[in-house]
């Protein structure tokens, strides 16, 4: 977890935890007590774009974010393979290493989430979907593609170094909003 000196501990004051699966080494949040609401982010995102949901949910209910191998704090192994699917078995695998169940998900963007739902609804209370894909994936080779990119260790040390993924989407997603530094 050395990349988490990257990352504002004033924006991100949160314990950082470590877990393998299958060679993976993937970092979770996992802060508060009570029912679990445990949220999965999007292709291209990590825990960090959850910072301010775990800060206020915390104190009521014990809130779970997993990075995906290859995104965030997390590093994929080298047989790690960037589909929805592959990410769906390490989301299980998450989920039963962890023992959690009554989740409520909350998937934004979440294929993986959603195909695990699908494979053990019982460990699901409730689902709140946001911005989530509804096409088959393997029918666009250009996903693929940009998730091979995106998700290498060139463009993880670019990104860690420049925070060029927040830039971009700021710059280039919202262009009629305008943010602080």
């Known amino acids: 977890m050395d990349s988490l000196k990257s ?7 949160f314990q950082s935890r470590g877990i393998e699966i299958d060679g993976n080494k993937m970092h979770y949040v996992d802060e508060g007590v009570g029912q679990i609401i445990m949220f999965s982010h999007a292709v291209v995102g990590s825990s960090f774009m959850y910072r ?7 104190a009521s209910y014990r809130v779970v974010i997993m990075d995906f191998p290859g995104f965030g704090l ?5 047989e790690y393979e960037f ?3 592959e990410q769906a078995k390490v989301f299980q695998q998450f989920i039963h290493r962890l023992q959690l169940s009554e989740i409520t998900l909350v998937g934004h963007d979440s294929p993986a ?3 695990v739902a699908a494979w053990h609804p019982e460990l ?4 709140i979907l946001t911005d989530t894909q509804i096409f088959p994936s393997d029918e666009y080779e250009r996903i693929h593609k940009l998730l091979g ?6 463009f993880r040390s670019f990104n860690t170094a420049t925070n060029f993924l927040t830039w971009g989407t700021m710059r280039f997603g919202m ?5 602080t530094k």
Not at 52 to 58: A, C, T, Y
Not at 74 to 78: F, P, Y
Not at 175 to 179: I, R
């Open 7 to 13: 990352f504002d501990k004033s924006l991100y004051p």
């Open 52 to 58: 301010e949901f775990i800060k206020e949910l915390r």
């Open 74 to 78: 997390s590093q994929q192994s080298e």
């Open 83 to 85: 589909t929805f699917v």
């Open 113 to 115: 989430g959603l195909l």
């Open 124 to 127: 699901f209370k409730a689902l």
């Open 149 to 154: 990119m995106g998700c290498g260790s060139f």
């Open 175 to 179: 262009p009629t909003k305008k943010f």
